[in-house]
Protein backbone atom coordinates (compact mmCIF):
# COMPACT_ATOMS: atom_id res chain seq x y z
CA UNK A 1 0.00 0.00 0.00
CA UNK A 2 1.59 3.57 -0.81
CA UNK A 3 2.12 6.10 1.73
CA UNK A 4 -0.48 8.43 1.94
CA UNK A 5 0.59 12.75 0.75
CA UNK A 6 2.54 14.35 3.08
CA UNK A 7 4.96 11.39 4.24
CA UNK A 8 7.46 11.68 1.71
CA UNK A 9 7.91 7.90 0.59
CA UNK A 10 8.37 9.08 -2.49
CA UNK A 11 8.00 11.70 -4.91
CA UNK A 12 5.92 10.41 -7.51
CA UNK A 13 3.48 9.40 -5.04
CA UNK A 14 2.88 13.13 -3.85
CA UNK A 15 3.01 14.10 -7.62
CA UNK A 16 0.22 11.88 -8.15
CA UNK A 17 -2.14 13.13 -4.57
CA UNK A 18 -1.31 16.67 -6.06
CA UNK A 19 -3.04 15.77 -9.11
CA UNK A 20 -6.07 13.76 -7.30
CA UNK A 21 -6.37 16.19 -4.28
CA UNK A 22 -9.69 18.37 -5.97
CA UNK A 23 -10.29 21.00 -2.59
CA UNK A 24 -10.21 24.28 -4.12
CA UNK A 25 -10.40 23.55 -7.90
CA UNK A 26 -13.80 25.87 -7.40
CA UNK A 27 -11.10 28.66 -6.16
CA UNK A 28 -9.26 28.25 -9.10
CA UNK A 29 -11.79 27.94 -11.36
CA UNK A 30 -13.44 30.72 -10.44
CA UNK A 31 -9.64 32.92 -9.98
CA UNK A 32 -9.73 32.04 -13.98
CA UNK A 33 -12.83 32.89 -14.96
CA UNK A 34 -13.42 36.13 -12.55
CA UNK A 35 -11.73 38.30 -14.71
CA UNK A 36 -13.79 37.96 -17.97
CA UNK A 37 -17.10 37.82 -16.05
CA UNK A 38 -16.37 41.12 -13.99
CA UNK A 39 -15.48 42.82 -17.40
CA UNK A 40 -18.74 41.35 -18.78
CA UNK A 41 -21.26 42.31 -15.93
CA UNK A 42 -19.47 46.09 -15.90
CA UNK A 43 -19.33 46.04 -19.37
CA UNK A 44 -23.78 45.27 -19.57
CA UNK A 45 -24.18 47.88 -16.84
CA UNK A 46 -22.35 50.40 -18.51
CA UNK A 47 -24.06 49.94 -21.75
CA UNK A 48 -27.55 49.82 -19.84
CA UNK A 49 -26.76 53.19 -18.14
CA UNK A 50 -25.97 54.28 -21.45
CA UNK A 51 -29.16 53.52 -23.26
CA UNK A 52 -31.07 54.98 -19.92
CA UNK A 53 -29.69 57.97 -20.28
CA UNK A 54 -29.98 58.04 -24.21
CA UNK A 55 -33.91 57.54 -23.46
CA UNK A 56 -34.31 59.75 -21.10
CA UNK A 57 -32.84 62.63 -23.36
CA UNK A 58 -34.86 61.86 -25.96
CA UNK A 59 -37.92 62.50 -23.77
CA UNK A 60 -36.79 65.50 -22.85
CA UNK A 61 -35.99 66.76 -25.52
CA UNK A 62 -39.36 65.88 -26.77
CA UNK A 63 -40.74 67.43 -23.94
CA UNK A 64 -38.70 70.68 -24.33
CA UNK A 65 -39.09 71.17 -28.30
CA UNK A 66 -42.77 71.10 -28.16
CA UNK A 67 -42.04 74.45 -26.47
CA UNK A 68 -40.84 75.60 -29.84
CA UNK A 69 -43.55 73.85 -31.77
CA UNK A 70 -46.70 75.85 -29.86
CA UNK A 71 -44.75 78.68 -29.89
CA UNK A 72 -44.77 79.28 -26.14
CA UNK A 73 -40.55 79.41 -26.57
CA UNK A 74 -41.17 82.37 -28.34
CA UNK A 75 -43.78 83.93 -26.80
CA UNK A 76 -41.38 83.81 -23.42
CA UNK A 77 -38.77 85.02 -25.04
CA UNK A 78 -36.65 81.51 -24.44
CA UNK A 79 -32.89 81.57 -25.21
CA UNK A 80 -30.88 78.90 -25.78
CA UNK A 81 -29.73 78.52 -22.43
CA UNK A 82 -33.11 78.39 -21.19
CA UNK A 83 -34.36 75.95 -23.65
CA UNK A 84 -31.45 74.17 -22.22
CA UNK A 85 -32.44 74.43 -18.63
CA UNK A 86 -35.69 73.09 -19.77
CA UNK A 87 -34.16 69.94 -20.71
CA UNK A 88 -31.89 69.84 -18.39
CA UNK A 89 -35.25 70.11 -16.08
CA UNK A 90 -36.62 66.80 -17.04
CA UNK A 91 -33.46 65.14 -17.12
CA UNK A 92 -33.04 63.08 -13.81
CA UNK A 93 -30.28 63.97 -11.55
CA UNK A 94 -28.13 60.78 -12.29
CA UNK A 95 -26.29 63.33 -14.71
CA UNK A 96 -24.39 66.35 -15.01
CA UNK A 97 -26.45 68.05 -17.36
CA UNK A 98 -25.42 71.63 -17.59
CA UNK A 99 -21.20 71.25 -18.55
CA UNK A 100 -22.87 67.87 -20.71
CA UNK A 101 -25.65 68.74 -22.86
CA UNK A 102 -24.90 70.74 -26.13
CA UNK A 103 -27.99 71.78 -28.17
CA UNK A 104 -28.41 72.46 -31.95
CA UNK A 105 -31.57 74.48 -33.13
CA UNK A 106 -32.13 75.07 -36.66
CA UNK A 107 -35.05 76.24 -38.55
CA UNK A 108 -35.90 75.10 -42.52
CA UNK A 109 -38.21 76.65 -44.90
CA UNK A 110 -38.60 73.09 -46.22
CA UNK A 111 -37.77 69.69 -44.41
CA UNK A 112 -35.47 68.90 -48.04
CA UNK A 113 -33.44 71.94 -46.89
CA UNK A 114 -32.14 70.10 -43.95
CA UNK A 115 -28.54 68.55 -44.15
CA UNK A 116 -27.30 66.38 -41.21
CA UNK A 117 -24.33 67.54 -40.28
CA UNK A 118 -21.63 66.11 -37.75
CA UNK A 119 -22.01 67.26 -33.88
CA UNK A 120 -18.21 67.67 -33.24
CA UNK A 121 -15.59 69.33 -35.39
CA UNK A 122 -12.39 68.21 -36.56
CA UNK A 123 -10.82 68.59 -33.38
CA UNK A 124 -13.33 66.51 -31.73
CA UNK A 125 -15.27 69.65 -29.77
CA UNK A 126 -18.74 70.06 -30.32
CA UNK A 127 -20.06 72.47 -32.14
CA UNK A 128 -22.39 74.88 -30.81
CA UNK A 129 -25.48 75.87 -32.64
CA UNK A 130 -27.49 79.34 -32.42
CA UNK A 131 -31.12 79.16 -30.86
CA UNK A 132 -34.12 79.79 -32.80
CA UNK A 133 -37.13 79.47 -31.14
CA UNK A 134 -39.18 80.06 -34.23
CA UNK A 135 -41.39 83.01 -35.01
CA UNK A 136 -45.33 83.81 -35.40
CA UNK A 137 -47.71 83.39 -38.33
CA UNK A 138 -45.32 81.24 -39.70
CA UNK A 139 -45.07 77.50 -40.90
CA UNK A 140 -41.08 76.91 -40.03
CA UNK A 141 -39.34 73.30 -40.33
CA UNK A 142 -37.35 72.93 -37.47
CA UNK A 143 -35.02 70.90 -36.34
CA UNK A 144 -33.89 70.17 -32.28
CA UNK A 145 -30.68 68.55 -32.08
CA UNK A 146 -29.43 67.43 -28.47
CA UNK A 147 -26.43 65.92 -27.43
CA UNK A 148 -25.07 64.74 -24.18
CA UNK A 149 -21.19 63.57 -24.01
CA UNK A 150 -21.48 60.41 -21.78
CA UNK A 151 -18.55 59.59 -20.06
CA UNK A 152 -17.00 56.00 -20.54
CA UNK A 153 -16.28 54.51 -17.60
CA UNK A 154 -15.23 51.31 -18.91
CA UNK A 155 -13.37 51.67 -21.78
CA UNK A 156 -11.24 48.23 -22.17
CA UNK A 157 -14.10 47.54 -24.72
CA UNK A 158 -15.38 49.84 -28.16
CA UNK A 159 -17.79 51.98 -28.11
CA UNK A 160 -19.60 52.16 -31.12
CA UNK A 161 -20.87 56.08 -32.46
CA UNK A 162 -19.14 59.67 -32.41
CA UNK A 163 -16.25 60.52 -29.90
CA UNK A 164 -15.08 63.74 -28.43
CA UNK A 165 -11.75 64.94 -27.93
CA UNK A 166 -11.98 64.10 -24.14
CA UNK A 167 -12.95 60.22 -25.23
CA UNK A 168 -16.63 60.61 -24.41
CA UNK A 169 -19.26 58.89 -26.18
CA UNK A 170 -21.90 61.26 -27.66
CA UNK A 171 -25.74 60.30 -27.03
CA UNK A 172 -28.33 62.30 -29.28
CA UNK A 173 -31.69 63.08 -29.55
CA UNK A 174 -33.41 64.60 -32.79
CA UNK A 175 -36.91 66.25 -32.99
CA UNK A 176 -37.85 67.45 -36.90
CA UNK A 177 -41.25 69.55 -37.08
CA UNK A 178 -43.27 71.88 -38.40
CA UNK A 179 -44.49 74.57 -36.16
CA UNK A 180 -48.14 75.56 -35.38
CA UNK A 181 -49.22 78.50 -36.83
CA UNK A 182 -49.24 80.79 -33.67
CA UNK A 183 -50.15 84.53 -33.38
Request: aromatic share 12%; hydrophobic share 50%.
Amino acid sequence: MAAACGEGRARVWWGRCFIDDRRGSAAVEFGILAIPFFLLVFAIIEVALQFFVAEILDTATSQAARLIRTGEAYHAGMTGDTFKARICANMVALVDCQSHLHIDVQTYSAFADYQATSPVDADGNVVAEPFTAGAPKQKLIIVVRAFYSWPVFFALLPHPGVRTAAGEVLLSSVQAFRTEYFP
